[in-house]
């Protein structure tokens, strides 16, 4: 058989690039080696621009039940120090409690409504490309078979077999000091302030805060209600220079005790939970700091943890991985239909590439201030000075949440605006939000004109067939300009403060076929 695109791995980044290339008219062959799906407790929830981005795509109210828009979060943390964000006026860092079992679920709900094929139980053994495609070889319950395909996309995790075959090199560091164990408890009520949720040990002098990684002198301890009304908490230990344990052994609660009581220096009353499960029993020996080398290689491309792995401190790896998709999903549909200007899908690498970075670079940050020590202390002591001045916290939070980032634009890059994510300018569009959001939600570019004339519209007649125009206002003092063109994954790829006809004309003709093709 053959396919246009083909994705190995039907995890949340796998299944949201399955649903971009629905909407933008492409039929993916999604491959996913597990015959259902994992219950098993993993990701907790969504931190930063990728919980507004889903709300973008009507994918936030199915998550949460609510059809309010995400609200910012009026605390958070940075290598367990407090985080308090209620003074930031332009607060950044959002964040969805909810399990990744359940993102899952919600994604593929909205990928079979969309008609995405999806194979459970089919596994990628090889892979083999040449100037055309990339030959697949399959196992599947029913027998092996092959497929070939245009295009390859493999989400299929940090041991990505797509990676390996394609002999993409994962370069990082490992640091094997490090052990950290995690499960589901039950904490007695009566150590646990109803008021606030914060552990008090008994005749121990310490108060712990919940939602937090409490630094210790035996490693950190962090503990959460991550299902209100459970009364099933997770707890969690981070230890450095520990006997290593091998992952293959099977964790038990005995060992998630002797851990916290290490950390905490004293025992924990805790049971395991009567509840049923699953629930989580957890050890992760080692952290992991990759990137690959590359994105992409001829008709191979890379998504999410195939890509890049890090510490999950902060909770930053479905907000990079998923905002990967979306970023790749439109790029690779203009490919397939033929109209993408030459270097577009080379763009997918050196958009991503440096958000990775930076998220590799914080959260290696913060593991290293986690670490017992003195001198680590005294480093803490001087960033919690530093955190007291809100422009330092606002560049924290917009590190944390992956606002940081401005797109280089290349030759479209000459407005301040251009790069900048739209519906950050939400509230100063006076008129014309809702035609834009309905564009964005279905995934399609969009040409605003903010002078209320004809010259943008007719300017870009030769695009019509894959860009909308859109007639809105917006208050001049916070949005200086008279156009701007905005990419389906809501960031503006041109902006001008041109009104006359003849160089605006020209100006969105350039625009227009820099990033979306040739006019028909």
């Not at 992956?402 to 300018?425: E, F």
Request: glycine share 10%.
């Amino acid at each position: 058989m053959t396919a246009d695109v083909t994705i190995v791995g039907g995890g949340p980044n796998g299944l949201l690039l399955a649903c971009e290339l629905r909407l933008a008219g492409v039929r993916p062959l999604l491959l996913e080696r597990l015959h259902a799906r994992n219950e098993v407790p993993r990701a907790n929830g969504l931190v930063g621009r990728v919980v507004q981005a889903l709300e973008l795509r009507g994918l936030y109210e199915p998550l949460t039940g609510r059809s309010e828009p995400p609200q910012p979060l009026p605390f958070y943390q940075f290598s367990g120090l407090p985080l308090d964000l209620r003074d930031l006026p332009d607060n950044p860092l959002h964040a969805l409690q909810v399990p990744q079992a359940r993102i899952e679920q919600v994604l593929e709900e909205r990928a079979r409504e969309l008609g995405v094929e999806i194979r459970r139980g089919h596994e990628l053994t090889s892979l083999h490309q040449d100037d055309d495609a990339v030959t697949l070889d399959i196992r599947a319950p029913q027998g092996a078979y092959r497929v070939r395909t245009r295009y390859l996309v493999g989400a299929d995790g940090g041991h990505s077999t797509v990676r390996k075959q394609a002999g993409i090199a994962f370069p990082g560091t490992t640091d094997d000091s490090f052990a950290s164990r995690a499960g589901h408890v039950i904490i007695p009520d009566m150590l646990l302030d109803p008021a606030t949720g914060e552990l008090d040990l008994p005749g121990s002098g310490m108060r712990l805060r919940p939602y937090a990684h409490n630094r210790l002198p035996g490693g950190v301890l962090s503990f959460a209600m991550m299902q209100p009304g459970s009364g099933t908490h997770l707890v969690a230990t981070f230890e450095w220079d520990q006997s290593p344990v091998g992952d293959s052994t099977p964790m038990t609660f005995a060992e998630l005790r002797a851990g916290v009581r290490r950390v905490l220096g004293t025992d924990l009353p805790m049971s395991p939970p009567t509840t049923p499960g699953p629930h989580l029993l957890r050890r992760v020996t080692g952290i992991n700091s990759r990137q690959a080398d590359a994105y992409r290689t001829g008709r191979v491309l890379l998504l999410g943890d195939a890509a890049h792995v890090h510490s999950a401190v902060g909770g930053p790896g479905l907000n990079l991985g998923m905002q990967d998709a979306l970023n790749l999903g439109w790029k690779l549909a203009a490919q397939i239909h033929g109209w993408a200007p030459p270097e577009l899908l080379d763009t997918y690498q050196s958009e991503r590439a440096p958000v990775s970075r930076r998220v590799l670079m914080q959260t290696r940050a913060q593991m290293a201030l986690m670490r017992p020590a003195a001198d680590i202390t005294a480093a803490r002591d001087l960033l919690a000075e530093l955190l007291e001045d809100p422009h330092n916290r606002a560049r924290i939070a917009a590190l944390l949440s992956g606002t940081d980032i401005r797109y280089g634009m290349g030759h479209n890059a000459g407005h301040p605006l251009a790069g900048r994510w739209l519906p950050d300018l939400r509230a100063h569009i006076t008129d014309g939000w809702t035609q834009i959001a309905e564009r964005l939600r279905a995934a399609r570019p969009v040409l605003v004109d903010l002078t209320r004339d004809s010259t943008t519209a007719e300017a870009a007649d030769g695009w019509t067939d894959r860009v909308d125009v859109i007639t809105a206002r917006a208050a001049d003092r916070y949005l200086p300009a008279s156009a701007v063109l905005v990419r389906p994954d809501g960031y503006l790829a041109w902006a001008t403060d041109d009104t006359s006809g003849q160089s605006m004309h020209r100006h969105v003709h350039e625009a227009l076929t820099s990033w979306f093709g040739a006019a028909t």
